[in-house]
């Protein structure tokens, strides 16, 4: 039991933590790569590192889980839309890859880098259950776009009002209660409060991607 118990501490230690295990991570690699330099180098190594590492988290996890859903739900079939959901991931890779090479002299440097921050996103995405988050996502949105155009249907991203707010969907799906107007994507969420309120209080597993016969909607 005690050893089961180390197991799952683990893991949940490193993701409430991610924050400020990247901090320590990325001050690592800028002493590796400072040393003998002038001492502007060590800020300006440690600005680069850190732009690298926020390019990387989020969006692997989002590629990573996104990716995932699609070939959990479909397998084989599932394969096209998988890659294009990692296709966005593979771009901020490089682009990380590239502003790295401003600070990196060797490639262990590189593997080590990319090796620890997969490795600490995986564990965030799992045990904040990420995975199964998108699952239930692919679940809601294929089903809602089976026989639908997009475009034509009345929802938030067709809304004139729709406020784009990073993460929101993941918000929407993990929220016990409630959340704030500021993280609401919708423009006027003063004016929707009780179709928010009435949306959050539907058990998560039940809710739709966003609330339904919004009387505030109007097309783009």
Known sequence: ??????????????SKNAGAISIIIALGFTVWSSTGEVWYRYI??????????????????????????????????????????????????FVAYFILRFVFDTSLQYFLFFTMYILLSTVVATTDKQFEIAIERTKLLES???????????WCKTCKYF???????????????????????????????ELWRDYFQTEKGRRTLYPKNCQKWVKK
């Open 163 to 193: 406020k784009k707010i990073k993460d929101y969907e993941e918000k929407l799906f993990l929220s016990e209660k409630m959340i704030n107007d500021s993280e609401i994507p919708c423009g006027i969420s003063a004016e929707t409060r």
């Open 44 to 93: 300006l190594n440690f600005v680069i590192i850190s732009a690298a590492i926020i390019l990387i988290g989020t969006n692997f996890i989002q590629g990573l889980t996104r990716g995932f859903s699609y070939l959990y739900l479909y397998k084989y079939k599932g394969i096209l839309k998988a890659v294009t959901m990692i296709i966005p991931t593979v771009f901020f890779f």
């Open 1 to 14: 039991m005690e050893e089961i118990k180390r197991n799952v501490f683990l893991p949940f230690l490193l």
């Open 144 to 154: 809602t776009l089976a026989h639908i155009k997009p475009e034509e249907i009345k």
